[in-house]
């Protein structure tokens, strides 16, 4: 990033309420104003969201693609965390 | 862990790929992978951008308030498409200053459609029906591609250029209900942007360097040649639909193929326009610097604001 370039923000939208917010991509913006009018401006010009959150693309954090392997693994022997694991004699689940 | 060579890397890579694997920014990729996406999804974000240039240049005389507000909707939109683009481009670790300034020197590439004047009213029509109407053929295919921010950016962009290919057509449809003047508008400006909308799908598949690269990678699902039929195919019958006609006079329907078959190509105009010897290359690139360079003010202003409102809730 050069001095004059404008801080990323990546941006996330809500479509409707009782929807999960969904990363919608990001905006260049000098302030947090700014890249909250950005984002509506580029993400939502059709209703798309009725919420927006934005964030200063530096402050996520996630796993490496190399860390990813062993990160998830602790979970992907338990099948016991899933009800088909289970055996429930002629009962009805459904 | 045992540390893989750079060609057991590649293999893994083109194994995801063969599998219908999506890449995300973080993912190990080819080097040659990165760049060609770099060069492909800036030309990409460029071509939006420059394209509003054209269609700018009629906002302030569209012939209602109806049809201004529906232009400056859809410029703005094509302004929107640069920026999910350009946003997906800096994914691949190169900077907007970096991509911006690639435009400006005039080392990246736009489409060489946007370097054709707009010379009537009828050309607004032609555009949307014509050049989006490429697009949308170009940006499905590549809304299907290996990368990731690519792909969900095109997802975005098709969902907006139905109503550019539609406001475009109905601009023509009415024209051809009109005047004899205004018939004679509207197909005049078929005549001139017909071929250059050809052009738009790339060179002939036996002539393009890049695409069998693309297509191994899935970059590309399509060849150049196979996109530009799917739009012959489907635009020659809306062209019937209200009476126009296209300028090639080899033009037929082959009942064997079920396809089109068209005319050659001039591809020693499609060089000339991309190397910049086209009517507008000139125009174009000076209202970009230009653009560029009066607006240096504002975002250094913005920065200076962000600073001081910075410090002062620091200092509170
Ligand atoms: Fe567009
Ligand atoms: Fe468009």
């Known amino acids: ?23 919608a991509g ?64 002629g009962a009805n689940f459904e | 862990m045992k540390i893989l060579s750079e060609e057991e890397l590649e293999l893994k890579f083109q194994e995801r790929i063969d599998k219908g694997e999506i ?26 951008i420059v394209g509003m240039l054209p269609e700018g240049n ?3 005389r569209a012939p209602s308030l109806r ?6 909707a859809k410029v703005q939109d094509e302004a ?23 435009f400006l020197t005039g080392k990246a590439k736009y489409s060489s459609i946007f370097n054709y004047p707009t010379l009537t009213w009828a050309d607004i ?4 029906w014509l050049v989006d109407g490429a697009a949308i053929v170009n940006q499905t295919a590549l809304a299907k591609g290996s990368y990731g921010p690519y792909a969900r950016a095109m997802v975005r962009i098709c969902k907006e250029e139905n109503f550019h290919h ?32 050809l052009m738009m799908f790339g060179p002939s598949d036996n002539n393009s360097p890049n695409s069998a690269e693309l297509i191994k990678w899935k970059v590309k699902k399509y060849s150049n040649d196979e996109l530009r039929q799917r739009f012959i195919d489907r635009t020659i019958p809306q062209a019937e639909n209200i009476g126009l006609t296209v300028p090639d006079k080899d033009l037929k329907w082959d009942e064997e193929t079920r396809h089109y078959s068209h005319g050659e190509i001039n591809w020693v105009e499609f060089n000339n326009v991309i190397n910049g010897r086209g009517i507008c290359n000139k125009e174009r690139m000076k209202a970009r610097r230009d653009a560029h360079e009066n607006g240096a003010w504002v975002r250094e202003a913005a920065n200076a604001y962000a600073r001081k409102k910075a410090s002062k809730t620091k200092a509170a």
């Open chain 2, 67 to 72: 049809r201004k507000a529906v232009l400056l």
């Open chain 1, 26 to 89: 990001s905006v260049h913006a000098p302030d947090k104003e700014m890249a909250l009018q950005n984002a509506r401006d580029v993400y939502s010009r059709r209703g798309e969201a009725t919420c927006l959150w934005v964030v200063p693309a530096d402050c996520i954090v996630s796993p490496t693609p190399e860390e990813a392997g062993s990160f998830f693994d602790p979970s992907n022997d338990k099948i016991y965390r899933h009800p088909n694991f289970y055996k429930t004699p």
């Open chain 2, 166 to 197: 539609k406001q475009g057509y109905e601009i023509l449809a009415t024209l051809m209900k009109g005047s004899k003047e205004q018939r004679e508008m509207a197909q005049d400006s078929i005549n001139r942007f017909w071929w250059p909308s």
């Open chain 2, 80 to 102: 929107g498409h640069g920026l999910y683009i350009y946003s997906g481009t800096e994914t691949l670790g190169i900077s907007r200053d970096q991509v911006m300034g690639d």
């Open chain 2, 23 to 48: 890449i995300e920014p973080k993912d190990w990729m080819p080097e040659r992978y990165r760049k060609q996406l770099i060069r492909m999804m800036s030309q990409h974000a460029h071509s939006e």
């Open chain 2, 58 to 60: 009629w906002i302030t």
């Open chain 1, 1 to 23: 990033m050069s001095a004059s370039e404008w801080p990323l923000w990546e941006v996330f939208t809500q479509r409707r309420a009782g929807l999960p917010f969904e990363h």
């Open chain 2, 125 to 128: 029509g032609a555009i949307g």
